[in-house]
């Protein structure tokens, strides 16, 4: 095969069969999902797919007047769509690197911009952090994840996770904060003050921290997900 060919490069760029269940990495920044029934994808992600799909998105009454309510509070919350039929689906967002968990009975918080997949055995709720709404406009919204399935998250870049201990709490930047274990819940510092208008704090005027025994994860990059205040 000649060096740099049309043939060479389709070769080595075409969509590889892994066999490994449901959710399957294509690549660090791709992720294929073997359909058989119905997954809840970001809104957005899909990239391309192979088969008989549908996609619908999440109706108003779909998970309650309960998710109704807080979704209009947020926004547009999660921003799921349902992908339902049989086939391969490929998802992406933005280029960002893919992390596969298979949930045990587990629960997980996660920062509603970085859920990519889930299967529907994953219950799912959007928890607001109400505390952030005097501070910052429209607040902070996460997804708690809860019992046993495949869920699919995005961070920029390689993640990294902290251990958390009732003697050794973590303070982190929210807007680096990806997801943490379903046990903890954060609070919020403030640190706003001339030193840190003047360069001399820290710099992170809002920070998260969590205490107990836990853990959470944290990205090399600070997305903008909390955006200031009109005066």
Known sequence: MSRYSLDEFVESTRQQDQNQGLFELESPRFLEVNLDGMVWIKMGSMIAYVGDVKFTREGIMEKGIGKMLKKAVTGEGARLTK?????RVYLADSGKKIQILNLQDDSLFVNGNDL????????????????LTAVMAGGLFNVRLQGTGMVAICTHYEPM???VKPDQPVITDPNATIAWSGNLSPEFKTDVSF???LGRGSGESIQMKFQGD???VVQPYEENTLQAADA
């Open 116 to 131: 990519l997949a889930l299967e529907p055995s994953v219950e799912w709720d959007i928890s607001v952090m109400k505390k």
């Open 195 to 197: 030193k840190t208008f």
């Open 214 to 216: 836990g853990f959470v």
């Open 83 to 87: 992908a339902e039929g049989f086939g």
């Open 161 to 163: 996770t902290l251990i």
